[in-house]
Nanobody, 123 residues
Framework: QVQLVESGGGLVQAGGSLRLSCAASGRTFRAYAIGWFCQPPGKEREFVAAITWGVGFTDYADSVKGRFTISRDNAKNTVYLQMNSLKSEDTAVYYC????????????????WGQGTQVTVSS
């Protein structure tokens, strides 16, 4: 199992920025990719972005392309989500998750999850 801990959430005004961190520990050698997902109030959890540990291949939801950037630091076993130009609709609990499979945008393929961090964007 891979253990994941998110940090960096908070309250920010629309147009502002936040950087989320996801620290991985445990059987990280078995992980292929780390993904970020968000769950807005009253809605389903959805894919935001993902990155592979190896070559650093990335994938993004259309709603965040050009605003969010996912990156990784392999030495620290940490994945970051830089969120710029935040909108009120970005308000959600953000989760990072780990997958050993190749379909990195597919939420059901992720098998280890963090506890989540709240991001609130005020308009």
């Amino acid at each position: 199992q891979v253990q994941l801990v998110e940090s960096g959430g908070g309250l920010v005004q629309a147009g502002g920025s936040l950087r989320l961190s996801c620290a991985a520990s445990g059987r990280t050698f078995r992980a292929y990719a780390i993904g970020w997902f968000c769950q807005p109030p009253g809605k389903e959890r959805e894919f935001v972005a993902a990155i592979t540990w190896g070559v650093g291949f990335t994938d993004y939801a259309d709603s965040v392309k050009g605003r969010f950037t996912i990156s990784r630091d392999n030495a620290k076993n940490t994945v970051y989500l830089q969120m710029n130009s935040l909108k009120s609709e970005d308000t959600a609990v953000y989760y990072c998750a780990s997958t050993s499979r190749g379909r990195i945008a597919l939420m059901n393929d992720y098998d280890s999850w963090g506890q989540g961090t709240q991001v609130t964007v005020s308009s």
